[in-house]
Nanobody, 121 residues
Framework: VQLVESGGGLVQPGGSLRLSCEVS????????IGWFRQASGKEREGVSC????????WYADSVQGRFTISRDNAKYLVYLQMNDLKPEDTAVYYC???????????????WGQGTQVTVSS
């Protein structure tokens, strides 16, 4: 089981990035996928997650209306489209796999290595 994030980078405030989480070793209809982030000196926090069965989604209040999670089961990819980025969105972003949709990091058993997102002018 492997998850690999990509798409991070440096962007100005108000800009956009699309993160990708490529999974291997399991099918997306077996795992719920969550995006988490960890800023320097802070705890890892949930950003968004998508249900493995019906595709229902959840977003943290801080990103609601700006971020969109989606998945392409055929390509084994989960995306996080991030618009109107703010400096406080700066963090390492991780995707994780869980048996059920959850906003709690302790429910996730599989993790990628993370991708850095820096929002700065």
């Amino acid at each position: 089981v492997q998850l690999v994030e990509s798409g991070g980078g440096l962007v100005q405030p108000g800009g956009s990035l699309r993160l990708s989480c490529e999974v291997s070793g399991f099918t997306l209809d077996y795992y719920a996928i969550g995006w988490f982030r960890q800023a320097s000196g802070k705890e890892r926090e949930g950003v968004s997650c998508i249900n493995r069965i019906n595709g229902s989604t959840w977003y943290a209040d801080s990103v609601q209306g700006r971020f969109t999670i989606s998945r392409d089961n055929a390509k084994y990819l989960v995306y996080l489209q991030m618009n109107d980025l703010k400096p406080e969105d700066t963090a390492v972003y991780y995707c994780g796999g869980a048996a059920f949709q959850s906003r709690e990091k302790n429910h996730y058993s599989e993790w990628g290595q993370g991708t850095q997102v820096t929002v700065s002018s």
